[in-house]
Every structure is written in C-alpha cells, then in structure tokens.
C-alpha cells in the first residue's frame, strides 16, 4: 500500500476477511479468548487512531498489548497464570517500551545517530 501499488480497497477488504475468520476461530476455540481477540483489536486500532500520540498512554498499552497475547496464549492452552507471571510480563514489556521510546528521542536529538 505505502509504494501505491495495492489497492487501499483489495487491502481493507483482505484484512475484514482475516479479522472475521481469526474472531471466528478465536470464539471457537475458547470464548474467553474470542473476547480477549475483540479488546486486543479495539485496543490496536485506537492506538493507531488516536493514542500513541500520547506519551505514558502509548508505553501504557503497548505493554497491555504483550500482557493480553500472554493471557491469550494461557486460555488457548487451558492453563493457569499467576498474578506474578501477568506483572512480570507486564513490567518486562513496559520496560522495553520505555528503553525503544528513549533510543527514538536520542536518536532525534542526535540527528539520527547516536
């Protein structure tokens, strides 16, 4: 799409096909991970729209991001989590956000190079 030469409409209308097969086979497989599968999606397309430009907002979610694809990976396969695998994988994936954020100011501040 970005080098103009896919039809934004083929492309719009391939991902609303992905989107209702994977909702569907998320629901068949568990309805919790149906549900889970609908946040992520809003989730993804609110940040898209509007919320990565807001600063603690976009780290924010982009570590619940990681944290509903483990929770996810845990009812696909029927097992439990504790609260202390949800905040560490929370905390480790804010943690990178925040390092990828700082090397993208730096970067900027530098001219491109650090």
Known sequence: MASGRLDPRV???FGGVLLVVSLGAGFYQNVLFGLLLVAYFRMNVAYSLKLKH???LDIMIIACGFAM??????LVI???F????LMFVFFLSLFLAIGKRRH????RR???CI
Request: no cysteine; charged share 10%; net charge positive.
């Open 11 to 13: 492309a719009l209308t």
């Open 54 to 56: 807001f600063v603690i």
């Open 69 to 74: 694809r483990a929770v996810g990976g845990g």
């Open 78 to 80: 029927r097992t439990g």
């Open 82 to 85: 504790t609260s202390w695998f």
């Open 104 to 107: 993208e100011l730096l970067l």
């Open 110 to 112: 530098n001219g491109g």
